[in-house]
């Protein structure tokens, strides 16, 4: 029991009721329905490999959405000393398109450095990127890596829009 109330002073209003779930326990709101659409952004395919000496190793990757391959960077560790060889290569069906370098039977061989090439090669869907790394070094393994990184198709306004599915904005904040 408490104290009574003072002439001419409210008491403040209670809280509203948190709503509780069968179980007793707070319920939780719902989780907001949140759809990303990867087509429509910059999508960065990385690929590293741990090369064992005096190996050839293989990484594929599947191209999610039609695009444009751009901004290549390769990146050496220093003490590669320029033995490890790699190549990024466009892959359909059993056609091999060379991206970098794009000349037949070349590799890129570096030491200590990342070396961005701005490439524009487009790629479709569900094909394949693939890089070929060798270990020229009898002695060490070495990891390099590579980014390429997929630009979507411009989008040409209505008609692009119109063909794509719709996304329920449910779940997005409103503004």
């Known amino acids: 029991m408490g104290l009574p109330p003072l002439p001419g002073v409210r008491r403040?209003?209670?809280?509203?009721?948190?709503?509780?779930d069968l179980a007793g326990e707070v319920a939780k709101p719902p989780a907001p329905e949140l759809l990303i659409r990867p087509e429509l952004y910059p999508y960065p395919m990385v690929f590293r490999k741990k090369i064992p000496p005096s190996q050839k190793l293989e990484e594929f990757h599947r191209v999610p959405y039609d695009g444009v391959v751009s901004n290549v960077t390769m990146h050496f560790p220093p003490g590669t000393s320029s033995l490890v060889e790699i190549r990024l290569v466009y892959l359909v069906g059993k056609t091999k398109y060379l991206l970098v370098p794009a000349i037949d039977d070349t590799y890129i061989a570096l030491d200590g450095t990342s070396m961005p090439f701005p490439i524009s090669f487009p790629v479709q869907r569900d094909n394949r990127l693939k890089v070929e790394y060798y270990n020229y070094d009898g002695k060490y393994e070495h990891t390099v890596s590579v980014i390429a990184i997929l630009l979507p198709l411009p989008v040409n306004l209505p008609q692009d829009l119109a063909r794509l599915p719709e996304v329920p904005?449910?779940?997005?904040p409103r503004t």
């Open 12 to 20: 403040p209003p209670r809280p509203p009721e948190v709503p509780k």
């Open 169 to 172: 904005l449910s779940g997005l």
